[in-house]
Structure formats: C-alpha cells, structure tokens
C-alpha cells in the first residue's frame, strides 16, 4: 500500500483504528494529569499565527474526551510538525503527538484529508520535496535564489521508484 493510499483508502482499516483509538485514550487518562493549560504551546505555534490551531485546546478538548469533534475538524490537518509546542512546553507535553494520532485516525477511518496535503505528499513522492524550490524577495526588493544566498542546490531522489517504495513502507510503519 503506497501512502496515497493511505490518505485515500475508501475503507476503513479496523486494526489500525482500534490501536489509535487505544493510544488516545490512553494519552487522554495520562496528559490532563499534567497539563495546566498555561498556552506556552500556543504562544509559540505558528499554526495559530496563520491559522488558528491552539494545541493548549487540543489537550482540554481530548481531557473532555470529544475525540471525534477533532478528527472531524479541518483544524487537526493545519498543524505543520514543528514540534514547538513540545519543545515550550514545561512539563515536556508533545501536542503534536495527539494530532499526528488524530490525523492518523482520520485517515483510519477512511476520512477523505485536504487536497493541498495530499498535493503536499504527492511532491515528496515525486521529487522528495514537499514544494518546489521557491526565489524570495528582499526588503530591498531584490529576488534571489538558494544559489545567490549561498545555499546548496537540492538533489532530487537519485532511484525514485525505490524512494517511493521506501517513504510507502515508512508511512504504512508508522501508522
Ligand atoms: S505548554 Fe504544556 S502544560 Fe502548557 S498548555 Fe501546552 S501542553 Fe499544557
Ligand atoms: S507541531 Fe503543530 S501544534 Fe505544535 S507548535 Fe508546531 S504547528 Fe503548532
């Protein structure tokens, strides 16, 4: 199974939803116990900057057990894995833990995911990058490349057939 099926598969996968489903309700007896809901997390994630995820209310919401509100929600796909929420968080809490769990259930459920994610795994199948590389324009309004800022050009998978096959069985592994 190719990680496009993964986060297209029309079918639910049983196994993999009863251990996701195990694995947050676990989390949800054990997190709450330590979490006050001082919104460091959020303070410091850029999804909230941009688009408004709060990782403080994905923990009050998973103490309230309203798991499927989330995995029904658009906002659970906004988080970009930073890991800043766990790298603030005094009490070594990982919110994006819970929402890889709960990005992962959806696709368990057979939920359909947002089409720029998928066009986001589409490119790192196809050339190992999840967009193309981009010029940036300075204050000065001046374009310049990786090549002008003294950066390396970026090398495109040398096999991708077996690129793909390898980023497949990592994505059906950690699932
Ligand atoms: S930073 Fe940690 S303790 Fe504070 S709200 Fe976020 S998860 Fe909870
Ligand atoms: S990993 Fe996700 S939730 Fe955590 S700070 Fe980054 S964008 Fe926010």
Redesign the pocket.
Known sequence: MGILDLTSMGEPQVDVKREIIGQLERLQDEIPEYCYQCAK??S?????RLLE?E?HR?IALLKRGLIDEMVNSDIIW?????????E?CPQKI???EI?FLLKNYAVALGKQIPGNYTAALQSVLSKGLIQDVKTISTRTGETKSRRDVGLPEITKPVDPVKFQALISKMAVEKI
């Open positions: 997390c959020t410091g994630c850029e999804a909230h995820l990782p994905i906004t988080c970009m894995s930073c890991f800043k929420c766990w603030r990982a919110p994006v929402l």
